[in-house]
């Protein structure tokens, strides 16, 4: 069963701790009153053993949809991925309503509002830090986080309290920085890095299924 929201998890529909990122939700409003324009809950089971993190809500992605990574073409990359590797039940169809299920894994923004030209100010990702230490502190069977992106990385070693000098970003590493976690990371899959030929499909799916080979799940074919 993938949940969609837990309310005492998730910043307010209308959070102003960010005054920079509260205006740029009221614009979109403005120009885009039938889109999302607010903090975008996380999707998927907190039984998970897996948290994806992803960078922050897409403007024409999860901004719109309400739904992490739904809607863009990172979406279309991370989801395929998770169907091919088994982590997923039904037809992704770029919209919070498709009937999607994830199985084993469930996906969160290191800041979860959406942020002019795509980049979070540090003090945003402060803001929302809070959000995600009690997000993996409430999934008790939390075993990896799945960083997608140096930010995201970052964000999680820093909500863990730990040096992120001790644990560089590199791109199919595999970290410890707990006792009890792994910390995995990839390239963004973002059509920029993809189109750059910095992150390739093949890339980003030996990423997920190392961290899932270590973990000792079983991948599709």
């Known amino acids: 069963m993938s949940a969609v929201s837990h309310p005492d998890l998730e910043p307010s529909p209308d ?3 960010c005054p920079r990122l509260t205006a740029f939700r009221a614009a979109n409003r403005q120009a885009h009153p039938d889109w999302h324009n607010g903090p975008v809950p996380s999707f998927g089971p ?6 994806v993190i992803g960078l922050a809500p897409g403007l024409r992605g999860a901004n719109r949809t309400g739904r992490p990574f739904t809607g863009d073409y990172a979406g279309d ?3 395929s991925t998770l169907a091919a590797l088994g982590l997923s039940e039904g037809r992704y169809d770029a919209r919070p309503d498709d009937g999607l299920i994830l199985r084993h894994v469930r996906i969160t923004n290191a800041a979860r509002c959406v942020p002019p030209e795509n980049k979070p100010l540090p003090a945003e990702f402060s803001a929302c830090r809070p959000y995600l230490a009690r997000e ?3 999934m008790p069977n939390l075993a990896a986080l799945f960083a997608i992106g140096r930010a995201a990385h970052e964000a999680a070693l820093t909500a863990l309290n730990v ?9 199919g590493a595999l970290h410890h920085p707990t006792d009890r976690l792994i910390l995995a990371d990839s390239y963004h899959c973002s059509r920029y890095n993809t189109n750059t030929g910095r ?6 799916h030996s990423a997920l299924a190392g961290l899932l ?3 000792g799940m079983a991948t599709q074919p």
């Open 213 to 215: 080979n270590t973990l």
């Open 77 to 79: 990359l991370l989801y």
């Open 199 to 204: 992150l390739t499909e093949s890339m980003f």
């Open 163 to 171: 040096k992120k000098s001790a644990f560089p970003f590199a791109h």
């Open 46 to 51: 907190l039984d998970a053993p897996i948290l």
């Open 136 to 138: 993996m502190a409430a």
């Open 15 to 17: 959070c102003r701790l």
